[in-house]
T-cell receptor, first 113, second 114 residues
């Protein structure tokens, strides 16, 4: 089955630690995205990538980093510089621009303890 | 970028038709209107997309008036499992620009009662 896989589903991190969230897709999509969602809120764009080895900052990129070494993979690192990292993180991909149909993973819930 | 306005919440009953309206006064010529559904602790799921007039698929219909400043998602004969948050987005399907970012509002929380 084609789709997007995020792992892990739940993640706990101690303050001051970096943590990497995995996102893999087998849809052959060029564009991939990372969003953050806080309770009762819409999605906010962290980073997106239109093509391998290229990525752009979204509205809330501070404290996060990404890489896009392969078309299928777009991992997100939440660094210790992110002041409020506890949130629900969603990865998505699309065949076209942001206004095209996006396919989302099941999300990773990160909790800083 | 076009911002959308939706009701914060709506209630309905099983078997009813539910219509959720979205306002997007600043929609651009190349923008499409897209609706997503999201259940708690899951990623959003695409429901339907349209540009003008009416679009229908197996789960919903989308009505877009001629001026395109609003749109209505219609869910026929809802069930309890349709309880979710519904998001309306407006954006260009083809533009890939680092300065172009879709705006996700808080969506409409739809509660279906027995």
């Amino acid at each position: 089955d084609g789709g997007i896989t995020q792992s892990p589903k739940y993640l706990f991190r101690k303050e001051g630690q970096n943590v990497t969230l995995s996102c893999e897709q087998n849809l052959n999509h060029d564009a991939m995205y990372w969003y953050r969602q806080d309770p009762g809120q819409g999605l906010r764009l962290i980073y997106y990538s239109q093509i391998v080895n290229d990525f752009q900052k979204g509205d809330i990129a501070e404290g996060y980093s990404v890489s896009r070494e392969k078309k299928e993979s777009f991992p997100l690192t939440v660094t210790s510089a992110q002041k409020n990292p506890t949130a629900f993180y969603l990865c998505a991909s699309s065949i076209g621009g942001q206004g095209s149909e996006a396919f989302f993973g099941q999300g990773t819930r990160l909790t800083v303890v | 970028l076009a911002k959308t306005t939706q009701p914060i919440s709506m209630d309905s009953y099983e078997g009813q038709e539910v219509n959720i309206t979205c306002s997007h006064n600043n929609i651009a010529t190349n923008d499409y209107i897209t609706w997503y559904q999201q259940f708690p602790s899951q990623g959003p799921r695409f429901i339907i997309q349209g540009y003008k007039t009416k679009v229908t698929n197996e789960v919903a219909s989308l009505f877009i008036p001629a001026d395109r400043k609003s749109s209505t998602l219609s869910l026929p004969r809802v069930s309890l499992s349709d309880t979710a948050v519904y998001y309306c987005l407006v954006g260009d399907r083809f533009l890939m620009d680092s300065n172009y970012q879709l705006i996700w509002g808080a969506g409409t929380k739809l509660i279906i009662k027995p």
